[in-house]
């Protein structure tokens, strides 16, 4: 069973930064695009940023297009997303995903195309 656990969320000032982790385990992970999703309160979980499987590229939501960048370290099957500038409409619950095919040329970003799931971090972003 594919488990994937994120790290690194918490409480900053506007303008701050943070820089989210996820860690996969017990399932493949360098054959999968990656993703990250948020899901503030009271709104649907939407699309943040998403990275090829090999790590050549990727792919940003308008909102955080030039403040946030996805990465993966694939021998340790560790993905991460670094967040600068940060705003309060950043609050939210941050969550990695796993695309559910393997080696996908496409992004897609819709929830249904990933197949497992961390539990999510908080981030909070006080004005």
């Not at 195309?113 to 981030?123: I, M, R, S």
Request: overall charge neutral; glycine content about 12%.
């Amino acid at each position: 069973q594919v488990q994937l656990e994120e790290s690194g969320g918490g409480l900053v000032q506007t303008g701050g930064s943070l820089r989210l982790s996820c860690i996969i385990s017990r399932g493949s992970f360098s054959e999968h695009n990656m993703g990250w999703f948020r899901q503030a309160p009271g709104k649907e979980r939407e699309f943040v940023a998403a990275i090829s499987w090999d790590g050549t590229r990727t792919d940003y939501a308008d909102s955080v297009k030039g403040r946030f960048a996805i990465s993966r370290t694939n021998p340790v099957n560790t993905l991460y997303l670094q967040m600068n500038s940060l705003r309060p409409e950043d609050t939210a619950v941050y969550y990695c995903a796993r695309d559910g095919a393997m080696r996908r040329g496409a992004f897609l970003r819709e929830t249904y195309n990933f197949d497992a799931w961390g539990q999510g971090t908080q981030v909070a972003v006080s004005s």
